[in-house]
């Protein structure tokens, strides 16, 4: 007897429907075919014990498996409720009347109960969008698939409920979510708020600028400074996530088994901070069977990169393309794989190897050590790094101060209003933000008057700035202009923005 029953296999953060043939005929036999990997052949093995343990069995015939499309690699051990279910329909074990009407992903123990898969939520949306009644699968894989509206989701814990549930011996109870109060309830929930941190006034300002602009910056400053304590409030203030922007951040999550159990949706922009020792792979996804890397885990949120000249230059290189794009493409011999990439850089850097300012008395490097400790960062990624701060070690009246900073919230009202006013103004663009600008949109907004444009000639001839930092203080300045609700640009906005390229001075640059 043949059956057909469905799964669902992950391409980049998109699904695709698996058609799962099942054949029971006579001889001996078991045949896998349609490219699976290694982990769905030794599905054999787990399904057997696991309908033995619940008092069913592989009937001792031939039976032949094929996952259509055939030319399709099918990867990972979420097809054994799917096959199992397959094995009992086509050998008549089961009552087959309903399976068609249902995505069924899973993976067993030996014992009959699942493993909770990955990929959930983008495998629910295929199936609402291909008009499937439902999904079932693990009990704790049921709240992220929830969250697609108008389809039947059913949690299991044992494959012994989804034999009951065909043959209508039991009902499972479906999972109902209700998504926005979900979303609103968890959206300005920080674990840190910008009112801890002590001092460091002119840093929580550029930070301010940066989130309102959607700018990326880089922190200089000596060790134990505050620059990790500084980036990991960033998200705290910037635009909440819409509904939109969430689905998709879920959906990266879910791909990359990122999710918890208890969680639904991701409700607050992503904070990711990898190690220095990452290699390029991990950090812009790939592989031999493609992951997101960190870069898409930090879509619609903040990438933080401690000690930046830590890194590995290839590893930074690669992000150069990403930082551009906004997505990341990979590329291989039969298929090419696109992962959204639209993240906020926040890396930090000492300001030489010794760990000191060059004018610092307690500085050990000499003006070689400093160059080729600087070199590490090209000049290209530095100029997609629209604000250099330099934050200075905190003063101990500051550290015992007991009156507390502004919270992140205040900061947050302001950053928002500048973002309201840039969406106006960009709103038959294709761009959403100041840090988005081309030279042309720089031409159209960032119009100076006479005094602003003697300023920035004296600055770019007596700090000896460089020319690509020219488009970046202009940007910066337009949204410094922006969070005061300024139509024009004034020559305090780009007085203010000229202090925000440490790296472009001449003890910087040589």
């Known amino acids: 007897m043949l059956i057909k029953i469905y799964g669902s296999a992950i391409h980049g953060v998109a699904a695709q429907t698996i058609t799962i043939e099942v054949n029971v005929d006579t001889g001996i036999g078991y045949h896998l075919v349609g490219l699976p990997d290694n982990a769905i052949k030794e599905s054999s093995y787990r399904i057997s014990a696991a309908l033995k343990n619940v008092g069913y069995k592989i009937p001792g015939k031939k039976i032949t498996i094929n996952m259509a499309p055939a030319d399709l690699r099918k990867e990972g051990s979420a097809y054994d409720l799917s096959i199992a279910v397959g094995i009992l329909a086509a050998s008549d074990q089961i009552m087959a009347d309903q399976i068609q009407d249902y995505i069924i992903m899973g993976e067993l123990s030996l014992d009959g109960s699942l493993q909770p898969i990955k990929g959930v939520l983008p495998i629910a949306i295929q199936a609402k969008e291909e008009g499937f009644k439902g999904i079932i699968l693990p009990l704790q ?70 989130a309102a602009g959607g700018h990326n910056i880089i922190l200089i400053g000596p060790p134990g400074s505050g620059k990790t304590m500084l980036a990991k409030r960033v998200p705290s203030i910037l635009p909440p996530l819409t509904l939109k922007e969430a689905l998709e951040t879920t959906k990266i999550h879910s791909v990359a088994g990122k999710m918890g159990v208890e969680t639904s949706l991701m409700t607050v922009r992503p904070y990711r901070s990898p190690h220095h020792t990452i290699s390029d792979v991990a950090l812009v996804g790939g592989g031999s069977y493609p992951q997101p890397g960190e870069i898409s885990l930090a879509h619609n949120g903040v990438l933080f990169l401690d000690e930046m000249p830590e890194f590995k230059r290839t590893v930074l290189e690669v992000m150069r393309q990403p930082l551009e794009d ?31 300012f060059p004018d610092d008395p307690g500085n050990t490097s000499s003006p070689y ?6 070199n590490k960062l090209s000049g290209p990624l530095l100029d997609r790094i629209d604000i250099h701060i330099e934050v200075q070690k905190v003063e101990f009246d500051q550290l015992t101060e007991k009156r507390k900073g502004e919270k992140s919230e205040e900061i947050r009202k302001r950053v928002l209003k500048a973002r309201e006013i840039q969406q106006q103004r960009y709103e038959h663009l294709k761009i959403s933000y100041n840090a988005q600008m081309g030279s042309r949109e720089i031409e159209q907004f960032c119009e100076l008057d006479e005094t602003s444009v003697n300023l920035i000639k004296m600055a770019m001839e007596k700090l000896n700035l460089s020319a ?25 906005h780009i007085s203010e923005a000229i202090q925000y390229r440490s790296l472009d001075r001449g003890f910087w640059n040589g």
């Open 141 to 210: 894989n049921t709240k992220e698939a929830a969250i697609v509206n108008g389809l039947d989701v059913y949690g299991v814990q044992n494959i012994k409920e989804v034999i009951d549930f065909f043959n209508k011996e039991k009902t499972i109870e479906k999972v109902n979510l209700d998504i926005k109060k979900e979303f609103h309830e968890k959206i300005d929930q920080f674990p840190f708020d910008f009112s801890e941190v002590k001092g460091q006034e002119t840093a929580k300002r550029a930070m301010e600028v940066a």
């Open 326 to 356: 906004r997505e990341v493409t990979i590329s291989r011999a039969k298929f090419t794989v696109n992962y959204p990439a639209s993240f906020m850089l926040v890396a930090s850097m000492n300001p030489s190897p010794s760990g000191f």
């Open 369 to 374: 050590e400093m160059q080729r400790y600087m």
């Open 468 to 492: 690509r930092a020219y488009d970046r203080i202009l940007k910066v300045a337009r949204t410094i202009a922006d969070l005061e609700g300024s139509e024009n640009i004034m020559s305090s």
